[in-house]
């Protein structure tokens, strides 16, 4: 009973964690870039002092968007906050942990993403359109690669769970193998299209030519913008833990017992620091890519997963 | 003088009497009046099965007992259909050949119940033989140039096809001398049934060769089939009706009785060759051949014509298949095929008189195409019909066809492949037709008009289809299965 | 005594035919309701497929299957003429592949005629083309209930036979030819249904790719029954069942509403509607559960089977040996090729179809949808809703299927819980909504679009300027450009008919050629060829009697 | 006097090569007495069977062929020649000697066929029979070999001479048979008869290629 009671304060402290702390991490990413770039940069809570300033403005609605315009953030948000409470960040074992199955967080990604796209058609004007249409010719390859990487996951370690995959990768005796190595790169590759990071998409840019995620959200303004760069800062945040669980598993907390969690969140943090700098370091060393350049892309990432699943039968490492 | 000579000998009392009185209008009702009397006569002959008559040459046995009920019932509701054709063609023709005409319809009903009700395999011939002067001469009733040459087509194939079959009686003959001696016991089919195994089996595959030849010209089997299109597009339209419904099937039914001598000579040993590759290798390449002569054709009875062909074919490949039940789909098939295709030629008649007369130039496809406009209920009918000849199920020959490829599975199975293909391209061939035929805009200036009672039959014909493809009563099956069991 | 002369027919009824029949009903009341009440050909279509699910011997089932063939041929031909004939040409080749394969010996040649013959008709992979083509042409409610119905009734003769009849004769690569047709089909049909531009078509394209899904789930549950695993099979089989059942629920919804906007705005290409959810809203709204059960999301009802297959395919990959295991890790990438593109067409279809500006004067004017035409739709969409929320339960109800499929499989529970996430989401949002209500400005104001810049289009352009309109086959162009040309050629040409029809065609007009000189010959040549006939046969007699 | 039945053999003979020599002949003329020739030799052994058999049927047949096929029939056709100056040559297919090597290859088949290789005990029937077959089988040869509408008639017509010549040499043939042959004469000449007139109306000549100009044509 009562690691049922700290499981649940643990999931509320998690879910404090994640919805908390993911435009810090954006402001971070961005601070840290300009500091590599020799520039200043803003100051790394200026992401929620934006978020504060479009609450507070009026939305402006056009007058050919349909009813529907005003439903599209909620559901784009619903479906990353729900992928944000299911993917374990600094414990195991959280209360969502038998939900956290693969395929379901591809499904929420998925979902999110056609809300972004009907978001995007909304309007019917131009940008909208061709941002749409750009980003479901990127999903198309990333959905595949993370298909097969999910594939190697589930045949080393047999539990179709991320949190049953991160215990069995923490706890068992997997350690670094090559399969796990070409995984590696296919799930950053798939991370960086879906965040809409630099060689695929320009976080920050406004050029017309270089727009995905951007695109899609011109026609929005006030709380409704609010809401969507909010989803997209989570979706970073959760694609970073997301990789911190599964590639970087060790000093990660048991929700049951409370001890364990100051060390948990301790090593949370450093991975995210790390993973910070990682791709801090990753965007200003590539340029963007060109648009039909990224199927190529994401066609070498699903090419690794592919060797990834290969290789594991060579290394014999199946079990179960 | 017994029931089946009476019913073999009116319509030539008929035809002699039709050949010299009556206006063509008074003609046709007589013509009417004697096909329903026959076909009376043929249901009345059910009762005394097996009855001889005219000294031993003519009998009744029971595939000839049923096939001479569908003729009588097919030359009955050609006849009831000749009336329109008659009202809507008066004055195309003289009253003189009008006369010649009703005439050669009943010589040719005659010959044909001569030809199911033989005994003796010599009046078989001469039974064919006058039915095939007969539609030649009918064929040529209409004096254009291409009637002529149909004629003429039709006169040297079918004296060849006559010649070969003589031929092969006289061989019959002379390979049942040894054990029947000579006399009228050697050519009667039951006597030569009854000692089959004894006969010289040598000589009477050579035989079965010359009459497979003959009477194949009669069924237009696939190298003997060049006469019955043009005979077909060429001759006047009810003719067409009796020719495809009649002729075919009694040469298919002599076909399948010379087929049971050698088959049962074979199994007993006798030195005699199986009829089976024969008979599968003409049914095959009749199956074929039409299959892809069906796409290019432009005049409607012309395509029929081809379809007959290939339906006889069918029947002919599963007699060639042999086994009872490869012998009871053939049949069934054949009885099938008869209702739909006179029915079809009926309707077709009846949708050509409404586009301005049944002479042989306007039953070109374009020009009877969208007849939905011209009259609804026998542009439905006239759909029905030649779907009817495609297969697909709600037609009767699914349940024939059905059977065969069945039977066809079991014993030979490499043969299903040919079968299978030639049916799906013909099928396809059919089918093409159905939409420019009923749904295509008409050519201008067709109105709707009544089509009169007339296309009754073709409704009865194709109820009658259905009755006998999917709900066959028990009676009906015992006697095919024994038929099919006797001539295994 | 009905059915084949002297053997009559039997009919009964067993769990997988209940199933079935079940699957039909819904959609058929539909159809009745929204448009096809009245039409002969329709209730005899139904009848055929009524007799192929009850059918107890195999004359009664192809009677039905040929039936149901027929009838459609006859309402297909009556929507339009064009693809009437090659719709009859597979309906004929699949009857004459299904006969044979129906009274040879259970084994490895008569599945591969079962495979052909089911397989042409379910529109499985090689032989799939004629389906996009096929299912547009007749009215709304019919095609609603061929692309729902028949395709299932089709893949209902090949479970009928692979698992049942065939059942103990099972060979692996059974399992794995099933695979290879789904994996194929569902890889054409998502990559045409992002690239079509009229919306039936779109539509029909997707069954294509949903009937590849479920090929593949029989194939999984073929081969892991030939490799004897209970457990690995049930699974495949649930989720083969489950996709069948909602794509039996959400297909035919979509086709009523392409019916509706058909009617309502005289097109159904996707480059001429738009802006339709502000005429129709309620209509809308229903396509917008169905084209979330075509994408497959969560809370929709397309994504159960989906988690299950793709759990299936995961659980299998690890039986098969190293040849197996590159199958099955191409397979996956397959089915995740295949789930993309599916959910970027239904986002196609909403987003040029019901959202944005209209394109038309047709589509600005577009009323709602009348009264029966919602009613068939809503019905539908009830349907839709246990299958969405709670499929463990509906798991549950087919259970007896599966353990008469796979006698001694025991169901595992399902991991996707859809309900508890559904209140997640619904929880966040609401919290998101009340904070936004409590810390924001509250109000909006309507303005003209901001389009970049862009000045508001002039009064005799009320749609903007056509020219910068974006329309269905520019969001296709990526994906056209980088797929397509690969896969579809040059042309764009179906592969289906590339490499199987056109060449069959060809053939076809040669033997015409061939046949139409044979009848063009004189009569002296006629008597040629009978003379040379008749000498063969008697060469062939007096060879064959002194040999 | 030589015994009957190789008498009647001989006759056979004959009439065989009145067949063989029709395949040769270029002129129509010539064709024509040859045809008369073979019915005439035919009638003989018509009469001669009927004497060997004592059945008066084969009497009548002889008479029938003597005065339709041997008398009527090349007066007509001679008058018909007459009529339309049909003097000229009959253009053949093949080249005549090719046609002479299948006309022997026919006899071998038919020999081949008919006579088993254990003699059985109506052995003489047999080659009747043999002679019977070839006769038919080379009529046949001579009207698919001829595109002149007439030759095509008598090449019909050497063929049924084939099939009487095998009638009469069957032993005790009912009296049927004899009747049958006779009716096919009659009603062929008949039927020919009308159609030459017919013809000639319509195509001003007899040549088969009228005929083959409208096929070609086609329907």
Redesign the interface.
Known sequence: MLTLLLRCVASLLHAGLMLGLAPLLIGLVGKFRARLLGRRGPVIWQPYRDLWKLIHKIPLIPDTATELYKIWPFVGFAAIAAVALLVPGFALNLVSARYSDFITIIGLFALSRAAVMLAGLETGFGFGAAGAGRDALFSIFSEAALLVVVLVFGLIAGDPTVDGTATEFGFGQIGVSVSLGFALVAMLAVAVTETGRIPVDNPAGHLELAMVHEAMLLEYSGRYLALFQYAAALRLMIWFSLIATLFFPFGMAQAGNILSWPLGLLSWLAKLGVLTVALGLFEISTAKMRVFRVPEFLGVALLLGLLSAIFLFVAGRLNG | MSLTAGVVLLPFLAAIGLGFWGSPLRGAYANLVVCGVVFGLTLVVFLEPDAGALGGTVRADRLGMMFGALSGFVALTTAISNLDFVRGELERTSPRRWRVYHAMCQVMLGATLLGFYADNIGLLWVAVEMATIAATLGVSLPRTASALEAAWKYFILGGVGIALALFGTMVIYLAAQPAMGPGLAAMSLSALSAHAAQLDGRLLTLAFVFLLFGYGTKAALAPLHGWLPDAYAEGPAPLTTMLSGLLLNVALIAILRFRHLLQANADAGGGAMHPGPFLVTLGLASLLLTAFSLWGRRDSRRFFGFSSIEHSGIAAFAFGIGGVAAIFAGLLHILLHTLIKSALFQALTRSAALRGGAAPGNFGFSHLRGMLASNKLLAWLLGACVFALTGLPPSGLFASEFLIISQTIQRQPLLSLPLGAGLVVSAIAIIRLIGPLLFDPPPRGVIEVKAGAGIATVGLHLLLVLVLAFAMPLALVRMLSSIAGALQ | MVGLPGRGMHLGIDPLSALFLCLLAPQVLAAAIAAEGKSVAFWVFVLGMVLTLLAADSFALILGFELMSAASWLLVLRGDRRPALLYAGIALFSGACLIPAVFLPAGGLAFALLLLGAGAKAGLAPLHSWLPRAHPAPSAGVSAVMSGGMVSVALYVIIRYGFIVFGNAVQPWWGTALMAAGAASVLIGALRAMLEVELKTVLACSTVEHMGLIAVGLGVGLRARALDDPALASLALQAALLCALAHALFKPLLFLGAGAVRHATGTTSLDWLGGLMRGMPKMGVLMLAGAAGMAALPLGPGFAPEFLLLHAVIAAAGLGGVMGWIGFTALLAVLGLGAALALAASVRMIGFGFLGRPRSLHAAAAEEADKFTLIGMGILAMGCVPLALTPGLVLRAIAPVISQLVPGALPQPLAYAPLPLAVLMAGLAAVAFFALRRFGARGEREVAAWNGGFGKPPIWLPFGDPATQPIASGFAEPVRRVLGSALLGPAGLDPGERFILAPLSRLRVRLTRLAEWVRRATIRQRLAFVFAVLVMFLLALGLGQDG | MMPVNSLSHALAGLILLCAFALLSQRRLAAMITLIQAEALVLSLAAFIQGYAQNADALYLTGIITFAIKGVLLPMALRRITRRFNLIRAVET?MPVGFSMIIGVG?IG??V???L??AA???TQ?RED?AI??SV??LG??V??T??N?LS?VIG?LS??N??VL??IG?????F??EL??A??VL??LL?VG??VF??RE?FEDLD?SG??A???R??
């Open positions: 297919v026919l088949i038919a081949m066929v008919v088993p290789s059985s005990a109506a029937t029979l019977a077959l038919v089988l046949l040869l009207m698919t001829r595109r509408a095509q019909f063929t049924e084939g099939l095998a009638a069957m032993p005790g043939m009912p049927v048979a049958s042959v009716l096919l009603l062929a039927v009308v159609f017919q013809l319509h088969l005929i083959e409208i096929e070609r086609g329907r």
